[in-house]
């Protein structure tokens, strides 16, 4: 059986009747019990051991604070806006390193700490008017000063999926992958279609392969910056494949045998397999059993 899903499994109560009470967010601030997750910028702070840093609540710090919800001891946890000026990048590959340090759990808190700091980064200003937005809802929207428009944190629906023909599934490369790494396609949904078109249309458009049979097998979310990976498989009706070069820089269709060598680290593999916190691996064993 696969390994749990990376970035899931939060137990965190995220308490959204405190969002739009005043009263009762301002007793969560002043809970003595009340911790900070720190971040820098969007990245975490190690704490001792290497897990996450969750820091007491400063009142003296400026940064509006978000709530991130109520932990099983009854403790509110929160985490801060980025300070003005602070590195915000999606991309950065710091974190990378951190993550193999952290429990199930934390990089869980920490991936939904990630996307709304990275959110809130991003939306200083009102998308319908241009001037200036403040914090509300506990952290979960902003509101415009001057047309009083809201405005709420995303998500972007990915599908990655496996296509499958006569026992094999395709795995494809992009020019920046690591040398050797392939892994599950993928690509974002786009307006108006529904999750099995967008997986026939990303395998036609990427491999030039047509599927049917779309099956739905998990889901994760993704914090880079706000994504939620939809995992699935497909059937193909024939495996020739035609890349687009400017997306695939290589494909290939490999049994259960080479995704299990894959899996196990062996050299002779014919490829090198995601990371365990992606949902691509996840997709590759329970596909290998």
């Not at 009762?24 to 001792?48: K, S, Y």
């Not at 969750?54 to 806006?81: K, M, N």
């Not at 710091?94 to 934390?106: C, F, H, I, K, Q």
């Amino acid at each position: 059986m696969p390994l749990p899903l990376g970035f899931t499994g939060a137990r965190l109560d995220r308490a959204d009747q405190l969002r739009t009470n005043a009263a009762a967010f301002a007793a969560a601030l002043n809970d003595p019990r009340a911790t900070c997750l720190a971040m820098d910028g969007i990245d975490p702070v190690p704490g001792e051991g290497g897990g996450l840093l969750w820091e007491p609540l400063d009142p003296a710090d400026a940064r509006a604070p978000i709530l991130l919800g109520i932990d099983d001891a009854g403790a509110p946890r929160f985490v801060r806006e980025a300070a003005p000026g602070a590195r915000v990048d999606a991309r950065s590959r710091t974190v990378m390193r951190l993550l193999p340090l952290l429990s199930g759990e934390e990089a869980a808190l920490y991936g939904g700490a990630r996307s709304l700091v990275d959110w809130h980064a991003r939306h200083h200003f009102c998308a319908v008017c241009g001037a200036p937005t403040a914090l509300f809802r506990g952290g979960w929207g902003r509101r415009c000063g001057a047309c009083n428009a809201e405005h709420f944190p995303r998500v972007d629906p990915v599908v990655i999926m496996l296509a499958e023909h006569d026992g094999r599934v395709l795995v494809g490369r992009q020019g920046g992958f690591p040398p050797g790494f392939f892994s599950a396609l993928a690509g974002f949904v786009e307006p108006g279609e529904s999750l099995e078109e967008a997986v026939a249309r990303e395998l036609f458009e990427e491999a030039g392969i047509h599927v049917s049979d779309v099956t739905y097998v998990a889901s994760q979310p993704w914090p880079f910056p706000s994504s939620l990976m939809i995992g699935c498989r497909a059937v193909a009706a024939d495996p020739t494949l035609t890349l687009d070069t400017t997306e695939i820089e290589a494909a290939m269709w490999v049994d259960r045998a080479e995704v299990r060598a894959a899996l196990a680290g062996d050299m002779g593999a014919p490829f090198m397999a995601p990371p365990p916190l992606a949902i691509a691996r996840y997709l590759l064993e329970d596909w290998a059993g």
